[in-house]
């Protein structure tokens, strides 16, 4: 009864062969499924992974980068004040320098203007001295040579009587 | 006795010997011995020396003193 309710489908269709073509299908279906479809799942979730971890890696790079950039920037930053700091402290070493050398300058002038004026007074007396010693000793020879010339027995007795005189007093 | 060495710049009369040898004589209260000497350097005035003081009275001597004081 079953094989006349088959063998009677309308249109011609042969249940059999149907279930025979779903058979095939299903066995088809399974076969692909772990011949075709899991590797290829596995593949693509693999290649998934692989690229997730490569994005990752690139998000970690990219990060690296602008800490590096971060970094470097707040070197030269750091530099450039340090650059400054520099120059403003050699700048002021210099005028420092410029400054002390000029009141050296200032205080060696002054010594040598001021040993100047000593030596010059110092020659100044120097010269009176002589001077008045030249003019000392010209006037003596002047007086011995008239005296020389013109003194008489009578001055001379005269001058003698004089020390006598105070020699006498002394002895007394 | 003491020794006088009594030098003039020229020769003086007795009568100023007498005067000096007088007056020694009282200063040393003894007899003395005088040698009279002459030299023109002195100038004028009298030296006397017993051998060991000198009276200087030449104008050589007063001329130096003065020099000296003017010098000073």
Redo the contacts between chains.
Sequence with gaps: MMNDLLLELPLGIDLIKILLHLLNFLILFVALTFLLYKPIIKFIHKRQDDIKKQLDDNANLKKEAENLKEEYQSLLKNADAEIEEKQKTAEKNANALANETLNDAKLKSEEIIKNAIEYAELEKQRIA?EM??N???I??NI??EI??KD?K?E???R??????K???EN?D | MIKLTIT??????DE?KA??EK?FA??YNEEIYPVYLID?AI????IVFDGEKV?D?S??NQ??R??NS??E
């Design positions: 001295t008045k010693e003019i000392s000793d006037a003596i007086a011995k005296l020389d003194i027995k001055d001379n007795e001058i003698i009587d004089e020390c006598l105070e020699w006498s002895n | 003039t710049s020229m020769e003086i009369s100023e005067k000096i007056v009282k200063k023109d100038i004028g005035g009298i009276y009275g104008i050589r001329l130096t003065l020099n003017l010098s």
